[in-house]
């Protein structure tokens, strides 16, 4: 009985270490490094606003949808391709890709 209890935590000790040896290799995998431009798909909005050369292209490429107040505070932490639904007009598939166009030209700033 003692016996097979020891080997029962002796297994249970051996178990738990198991993940520790596992994690410094996944650790080893770095995150991919971000992309080289800003993207209307997965980029939020305030990113855009902060870089002043992106903020230009937005507000050149989309005025209306720049000038709602709800863009510069509540949609920061959003997309383009977010907000697409609330100005789908503005942001329509064919103005993103415009956007998207123009946005390749500037390099994002890390």
């Known amino acids: 009985m003692h016996k097979s209890i020891r080997i029962l935590v002796l297994a249970g000790l051996f178990a738990g270490s198991v993940p520790t040896m596992i994690v410094p290799a996944l650790a080893a995998d770095a995150p991919a490094a971000p992309s080289a431009h800003y993207s209307v798909a997965t ?11 992106a903020n230009a292209v937005l507000k050149k490429m989309i005025p209306t949808v720049y000038a709602n107040p709800m863009f510069q505070t509540s949609g920061r932490d959003l997309t383009l391709k977010d907000i697409q639904q609330y100005e789908p007009e503005a942001l ?3 103005n993103l890709a415009k956007l998207q166009a123009e946005l390749d030209k500037i390099p994002a700033k890390g």
């Open 43 to 53: 980029t939020h909005v305030g990113t855009m606003l902060d870089d002043p050369a």
């Open 92 to 94: 329509s598939d064919a």
